[in-house]
């Protein structure tokens, strides 16, 4: 599947693939009118080349949800009820209702894609929204409030809500969420993006700003979008496929089901080019229409701007027509501009064939030396031999405080999750009664028993818990908390401030101590994995195929190494692993 097949990068992808002969190409577009023609042009290449490819399309917004994917934007914000739709789909927590109601998660689902290559210009789509504009308008309309009237300030609470809507690192990050979410659920193999640098390879002194103020603040914004983008396709470069089953999981590191391949190709030039005609020409869409002003009625240098003084006429009803080249999606440009924009020490230029040289070459399982996100692993400085062997000192003076002072060094909360701290309590708590490879046959009603009697007897303990937000569900179910509390946030208080059991399980597992029984049962079963791991006896092994073998967790229980075991839940339960160095 290309995305933006039908422009001048995606079109130049799709003959590259067609090359490769693949089962089934989709090309998408924002609309029927974009990809029906690349179709059609995609289909003559097929036949030349004798490839059996099935071309097919889909048109529509990606950054919207299946029901809005053909509104243009003041369609969409122009209603009150899809306004505040789309809001509450860009700025609530992500969730999977969020996630299926997008239009490109409803595509990946229907087409299933083994490859995508994005070549949408996303910087663009959301950087020239215009947040400044939008803000400066919400900032006028502010300073008057304190005489405004009815209708005024529905005025304004509707430019509040067009304000939210032009944010754009909230878009960018739910676009990435709901594209990772897709990626891994249908288990597409790679996805590939081109980008953008924004300026095409310059800097801030740019002479090209689409007539703004210079450098322009959009397309400076249009430059950190595409970076912010750059980097969160980094971090899903560095993301695990979702938790694998217990049956595969190896003393050393989860053996997962292969993530999606994530690679990003940046172009820093401009890129071109299209077509070369002559014709109509257009800015922003329109056909520019011919206007004249008789050199008679030229204008005082104060009445310039007076508009009751409109002179100037209509000439005919042609529209202005000159050769042109067509660059696609960056628009067209006159021969005086492309050799200004194309000139060496300019821009420069690039054509689309050898970004789609670039695109087969990474897809094909070779290396283009293009990949920007392969080049920022090159670069970023990663975990040391040195931490590494300094690490042991700091755990070890940290031990021998505790003992000093006779006070455990648990949890501060303010490394976060809260649940990182719940968990570290919890195993602290069960490790007082019990030992890590030693369980002394106490069954989880015992533990929750022993649990709660020292919760209720520890004051100091207990006010430690309470004082960092963190509350204590005993083993009734009657919770202990302080003025401080963390969870639920904000976003999970229910409206009527009523907690129900499910909020109380819900809550628990986020973040809260949980002293009930079916708790410290899940806590004996996953101790007992532990234990068989640790034990068993192909864990024996003293090459360097594990790093958690039986030693590991003979060592992190005679040293009480909380932190050890949490970071083998996190591992084997909640996919929280790192996967590159």
């Known amino acids: 599947m290309v995305l933006g097949g039908p422009g001048l990068v995606g079109l130049a992808v799709c003959r590259r693939f067609l090359l490769q002969q693949p089962a089934k190409l989709v090309i998408t577009a924002l609309t029927r009118a974009e990809v029906e023609p690349g ?159 924004g300026t095409g390879g310059m800097g801030f002194n740019i002479p090209y700003t689409h007539s703004e103020d210079k450098p322009s603040r959009v397309l400076m914004a249009k430059s950190a979008i595409a970076g912010a983008h750059t980097m969160m396709l980094f971090l899903l470069g560095r ?3 979702e938790k694998a089953k217990s049956s595969v999981w190896s003393p050393d590191r989860n053996v997962k089901p292969g ?43 104060g009445d310039v701007l007076d508009p009751r003084n ?70 970023v400085l990663g975990p040391t031999y040195r931490a590494g062997f300094l690490r042991e000192r700091a755990l070890e003076k940290l031990r021998q405080l505790e003992l000093d002072h006779g006070t455990p060094s648990v949890a501060f909360e303010n490394l976060g999750p809260p649940r990182l701290s719940k968990l570290l309590y919890e195993l602290h708590l069960i490790m007082r009664e019990r030992g890590l490879l030693e369980d002394k046959g106490l069954s989880a009603a015992e533990l929750s028993v022993r649990c709660e009697k020292t919760i209720l007897s520890n004051e100091k303990l207990r006010s430690q818990i309470l004082s960092l937000g963190l509350a204590i569900v005993l083993r009734n179910g009657k919770v202990l908390r302080a003025s ?63 790093v958690r073998n039986r030693t590991f967790w003979e060592t992190v229980a005679k040293e009480g190494a909380l932190g050890s075991v949490i970071s083998w839940i996190f591992l084997r339960e909640e996919n929280g692993e790192r996967v590159k160095r």
């Open 39 to 197: 179709i059609e042009e995609l289909k003559r290449e097929a036949e030349r080349l004798g490839a059996k490819t099935e071309i097919t399309g889909r048109w529509g917004n990606i950054f919207v949800r299946g029901e809005f994917k053909d509104l243009t934007r003041k369609e969409l914000f122009g209603d009150a009820a899809r306004r505040d739709r789309f809001l509450l789909d860009t700025i609530e927590p992500y969730s999977p209702e969020i996630g299926k109601a997008s239009y490109l998660y409803q595509l990946v689902s229907e087409e299933r894609p083994q490859i995508i290559v994005d070549c949408i210009n996303t910087a663009t789509a959301l950087a020239y929204q215009d947040v400044f504009e939008e803000s400066r308008q919400t900032y006028a309309m502010l300073k008057d409030m304190g005489k405004a009237q009815a209708s005024e300030r529905e005025a304004f609470e509707t430019r509040v809500q067009m304000l939210i809507g032009t944010q754009y690192t909230p878009q960018l990050i739910r676009h990435i969420q709901i594209l990772w979410n897709a990626l891994t659920e249908f288990q597409v193999k790679t996805y590939l993006k081109i980008g953008t640098s």
């Open 239 to 241: 993301t695990a496929q």
């Open 259 to 301: 993530a999606p391949i994530i690679k990003e190709i940046k172009p820093a030039t401009a890129i071109a080019w299209k077509g070369i005609t002559y014709g109509e020409i257009r800015q922003k869409g329109r056909p520019v229409e011919l206007y004249d002003l008789d050199p008679k009625n030229a204008f005082e240098p």
């Open 310 to 379: 409109k002179s100037w006429k209509k000439v005919g009803s042609g529209t202005l027509k000159a050769p042109y080249i067509d660059t696609g999606e960056n628009g067209i440009f006159s021969r005086g501009e492309f050799e200004a924009i194309t000139d060496e020490g300019q821009m420069e230029f690039i054509t689309p064939e050898e970004i789609a040289e670039a695109v087969e070459q990474e897809i094909m399982g070779g290396n283009s030396g293009s990949d920007v996100v392969s080049a920022m692993d090159s670069v």
């Open 484 to 546: 401080n509390l963390i969870i639920p946030s904000r976003w999970d208080i229910p409206k009527d401030g009523k907690i129900t059991a499910d909020h109380i399980d819900r809550y628990a597992h986020q973040g809260w101590v949980d002293l009930r029984e079916k708790n410290l049962a899940t806590w004996v079963q996953r101790l007992a994995a532990l234990k068989d791991e640790a034990t068993r006896a192909d864990n024996e092994n003293t090459g360097s195929v594990y």
